[in-house]
């Protein structure tokens, strides 16, 4: 019998409070395992982290997803990992869809995203958390 097919691929930005370097080597497994943890909790796949990617269901919205990884991961640095300095998130973050045939490029270049930031050989809107607007360029 058909189905439904549903596929909705969200790309997640977002970054540490004043883009500090919070996250650790000691720190970054154990709050990605959580990150994943939560994610798989709410019922989508996740597909790539550091950035993020995740295909998500329809019953999980892109705020509620948001809400849930950052305020659990950073419960999780802050309350059993207690670091040194106090782990926070930025407060916005940048929620972009990804069609299903850019699935394949946007992982590939999460997974080497450490590696473009060394090298500085970044993709401007895939780092992106907003979309800034030059003041001549703003609407009236």
């Known amino acids: 019998m058909p189905r439904d097919t549903l596929a909705i691929y969200v790309h997640l930005v977002w970054a540490t409070w004043d883009r500090l370097p919070l996250i650790t080597p ?8 959580v990150i994943a943890s939560e994610a798989q909790k709410m019922g989508c796949t996740l597909l790539a ?8 269901p329809s019953t999980v919205t892109v705020a509620e997803l948001v809400k ?8 999780f640095v802050n309350h059993i990992l207690k670091p040194d ?9 940048g929620a972009f869809s990804v069609s299903r045939w850019d699935v394949e490029r946007i992982v590939a270049y999460i997974q080497r995203q450490k590696e473009h930031h060394e090298v500085g050989a970044l993709i401007p809107e895939l780092e992106s958390v907003s979309e800034e607007v030059e003041p001549d360029q703003a609407p009236n």
């Open 49 to 56: 982290l550091n950035n993020i990617l995740v295909r998500i």
């Open 85 to 93: 300095q106090l782990f926070k998130w930025q407060g916005f973050y």
């Open 68 to 75: 849930q990884l950052k305020g659990a991961s950073s419960y």
């Open 26 to 33: 000691e720190i970054e497994r154990p709050l990605h395992r």
